[in-house]
Every structure is written in structure tokens, then in C-alpha cells.
């Protein structure tokens, strides 16, 4: 299971997200479901640190691996390709997050599903919707203009850690 990042917090404010918990239940819940061999938790160091660590405090029992280096939904999925490519990744986020992440997976010829999330509350997954609507034509020009680039300066097989 790759854990697609986002903040818990909003940096500006403090205020809670709105997508951080409900992606971390969907988790929870599908890791407790014996379905899972290992969860990658994935986006910045502080996303991927931050998740791990909210799934361990809830109960999570599988392996966890840290992926610091998913900065964007690309980079989440060129990293599960190259470090796990023979297995079916199942992507966690909410689901218009999940049709970006298939979409590129797809492209990648990558075998995946998604377990979407809670929509979230407030206003705030609204703006994540919204943005999403900016992100679905980048991933485009990321993948056939920039060849499908990294954003980290580091390779898509090297760099995960495993939760301690």
C-alpha cells in the first residue's frame, strides 16, 4: 500500500487539513484487514515520518517504509514502480487524489487499485479538489513533456527507510 502525503496541519494556521485523518483511518483500516504486506508512507520527510508514526499510534502492526522522497503523486508512483515492480500497489488518499495516482500508474504499466479515503471535513479537501484540478493537466505535461522527471535528486530506487 503506498500512503499518498499531506499535511496535518496547515502550516499558516495549525488548523487540521481535513485529509490527513481520514487517509490515515483508510490505512488503519485496510492494514488491519490482513491485506497488506508493508505500507509505504509517502510525500515529504514530515509527511512520511508524520503518517508512519500515526499509524503506528493506531494500531498498525505490518511493516512500514518511509518514502521521503514522493514529493508529488509521480514521484509516489515512479518510486513504488522501481522499488516494488512485480506487486499490486494499492494507493490511499481521497479518491479524486486516487484517479491522478491510477491514471500515472496505469501509464507506468504499473499493477494498482486505490482504497479511497473519506472526503475529509471543512472547507479545506475542497480546496484540495480543486487543486487537484490543476494537478491532473501537470501530470500530463510531467509525463509527456519532462519524460516523467523526478522531482528529489534522488534515484526512484534508493532513498525509502524503514519506520523505526
Not at 20 to 31: V, W
Request: overall charge positive.
Amino acid at each position: 500500500m503506498v500512503l499518498l502525503g499531506t499535511d496535518e496541519f496547515v502550516a499558516s494556521t495549525g488548523e487540521r487539513t481535513g485529509t490527513f485523518r481520514p487517509r490515515i483511518e483508510a490505512a488503519t483500516e485496510l492494514a488491519r484487514s490482513g491485506r497488506v504486506k508493508l505500507i509505504i508512507s509517502s510525500g515529504t520527510e514530515v509527511h512520511a515520518r508524520t503518517m508512519a508514526d500515526q499509524l503506528r499510534a493506531a494500531g498498525v502492526t505490518c511493516p512500514i517504509v518511509e518514502d521521503p522522497y514522493g514529493w508529488r503523486t509521480l514521484d509516489s508512483v515512479l518510486r513504488a514502480k522501481a522499488y516494488y515492480p512485480k506487486e499490486h500497489i494499492v494507493f490511499v488518499s481521497q479518491g479524486w487524489h486516487c484517479v491522478r495516482a491510477l491514471w500515472l500508474a496505469d501509464h507506468e504499466a504499473l499493477s494498482a487499485t486505490a482504497y479511497p479515503a473519506a472526503f475529509g471535513e471543512g472547507w479545506r479537501p475542497w480546496m484540495g479538489a480543486l487543486r487537484d484540478c490543476f494537478a491532473k493537466p501537470k501530470a500530463l505535461i510531467d509525463r509527456y513533456v519532462f519524460a516523467n522527471a523526478l522531482m528529489a535528486p534522488v534515484p526512484a530506487n534508493q532513498g525509502n527507510v524503514p519506520h523505526r
